[in-house]
T-cell receptor, first 114, second 116 residues
Framework: KQEVTQIPAALSVPEGENLVLNCSFT??????LQWFRQDPGKGLTSLLL?????REQTSGRLNASLDKSSGRSTLYIAASQPGDSATYLC?????????????FGTGTRLQVTL | NAGVTQTPKFRVLKTGQSMTLLCAQD?????MYWYRQDPGMGLRLIHY???????AKGEVPDGYNVSRLKKQNFLLGLESAAPSQTSVYFC???????????????FGPGTRLTVT
């Protein structure tokens, strides 16, 4: 059974700092990996999707990498801002029959302070 | 486009009551999913659908039923609510897997359900 772990569970950094969030998964037979952002009391917003054949994806100040063989992904946030404060979720996708299924980590709660 | 919408946003039920959560999407997605999110646990898949008229069980299906009568709607039913079903419920939708694998899932804002 796939298990996804995110470390650290919580992180507080001062504004402007670069930071890295970690995600690890136990079964390397994945199709893709998604990073989501969740604000308190809100739904999930997809940030980046990395296909299993890719090594990284970039969007603005965000860069996500994937090392499928070692079961690891990182989300790099450059020049953090208070608006980046949220919980970041990692999820891996596999195929069962024709349906894709996401297995989620429990998230990293990020606070960026002024 | 509204994307994925969910109704209601909040609900309080007493043990044994029933209710239906509605998910609607306007992106013409074939696939739809229901998840629940509990403190200290990742989102877990309850049921999913790969097309109109089809449904399948996910990781935690017990106590829930679903229906997909129209492509744009996916309903989650609780026939006899239990306190263990207190949770935040999220609906998601996506296109079918492409040549590169499963497609990106888009999530609704969630329904916060409390069962007393």
């Amino acid at each position: 059974k796939q298990e996804v772990t995110q470390i650290p569970a919580a992180l507080s950094v001062p504004e402007g700092e670069n930071l890295v969030l970690n995600c690890s998964f136990t079964d390397s037979a994945i199709y893709n990996l998604q990073w989501f952002r969740q604000d308190p009391g809100k739904g999930l917003t997809s940030l980046l999707l990395i296909q299993s054949s890719q090594r990284e994806q970039t969007s603005g100040r965000l860069n996500a990498s994937l090392d499928k063989s070692s079961g690891r992904s990182t989300l790099y946030i450059a020049a953090s801002q208070p608006g980046d404060s949220a919980t970041y979720l990692c999820a891996v996708s596999d195929l069962t029959g024709t349906a894709s299924k996401l297995t989620f980590g429990t998230g990293t709660r990020l606070q960026v302070t002024l | 486009n509204a994307g994925v919408t969910q109704t209601p946003k909040f609900r309080v039920l007493k043990t044994g009551q029933s209710m239906t959560l509605l998910c609607a999407q306007d992106m013409n997605h074939e696939y739809m999913y229901w998840y629940r999110q509990d403190p200290g646990m990742g989102l877990r898949l309850i049921h999913y659908s790969v097309g109109e008229g089809t449904t399948a069980k996910g990781e935690v299906p017990d106590g829930y039923n679903v229906s997909r009568l129209k492509k744009q709607n996916f309903l989650l039913g609780l026939e006899s609510a239990a306190p263990s079903q207190t949770s935040v419920y999220f609906c998601a939708s996506s296109y079918p897997p492409s040549g590169t694998g499963p497609d990106e899932q888009y999530f609704g804002p969630g329904t916060r359900l409390t069962v007393t």
